[in-house]
């Protein structure tokens, strides 16, 4: 593993989406300074986790890129063009999936097609297509509230992704999951991660599973968020592997792990001090 300091200009080079000086204000009763100066660009086919203390402002970041929120200053940009808006080549999930109550789980995976207007052939092809991928084939007449937390979130990550975007942006996808359920999303999202090759811009608050997925893991400092460390690295390769559990006992698995904790455990005490 490389471990180095974000630097600009070298992740110029085949960007998809890149952030330049950004910093976000939010104007409540007095401003709250979310963000300050975020340098980052995502190459296409990377896997980029973020890690930071509470209230550092990762929601923030994902929803610029999402197109949600406007930078107060500098720029976002993906292929090129300014953000403006939400779009759906930027799919987004959330830990608590947003599912149609009414709709069933294949209605709420076409919606997007819908909206698109896509051919009705071609939507029902695709949406049957990654009702597979995430394992959801016999549950595609079921409402979501006869589906399970891990189901709901696969209903949601194939809601995204049947729309084929570049860039998937996740905020705690795995976050209100069982331990067990949780390693198997793991798995099926790293899976689709390397058969899709899409851009992967991931929140969690768990190193481990950070470590376990990405192909970069940045470290941002407490509010207004910075990003201090960035962690290249390649566990999600060997996990994929057999004996996969075993990389999470190797001394670069550990090493890596107690410096990003210790890195954020800082930015946590001094936020309380
Ligand atoms: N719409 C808003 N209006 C005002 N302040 C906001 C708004 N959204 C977020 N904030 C504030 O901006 C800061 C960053 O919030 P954000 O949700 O981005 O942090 P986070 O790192 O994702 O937090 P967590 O890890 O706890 O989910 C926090 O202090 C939050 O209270």
Known sequence: MVLSEPGWAEEQADAVVVLKNVSLTYQADSDIYALANIDLSLHEGEFVCLLGPSGCGKSTLLKIVAGFISPSAGQAVMDGAAIQGADWHRGVVFQQPPLYPWLTTRDNVRFGLRMRNIPESE??????????????????????????????????IARSLVNKPRVLLM???????????????????????????????FITHDVDEALALGTRVLVMSKRPGRIVKEFKTSFTYAISGENSNRVRYTAQ?????????????????????
């Open 123 to 156: 939507s029902r092809q695709l949406t049957e297509e990654y009702l597979r991928k995430v394992g959801l084939e016999e549950f595609g007449n079921h409402k979501p509230y006869e589906l399970s937390g891990g189901m709901k979130q696969r209903v949601a």
């Open 171 to 201: 905020d705690e996808p795995f976050g209100a999951l069982d331990a067990l359920t949780r390693e198997q999303m793991q798995s099926l999202l790293r899976n689709i991660w390397w058969e899709s090759k899409c851009t992967i811009l």
């Open 253 to 273: 698995f550990l090493q890596a792990r107690e410096e990003i904790l210790e890195l954020i455990n800082r930015q946590e005490i001094s936020y309380i001090i």
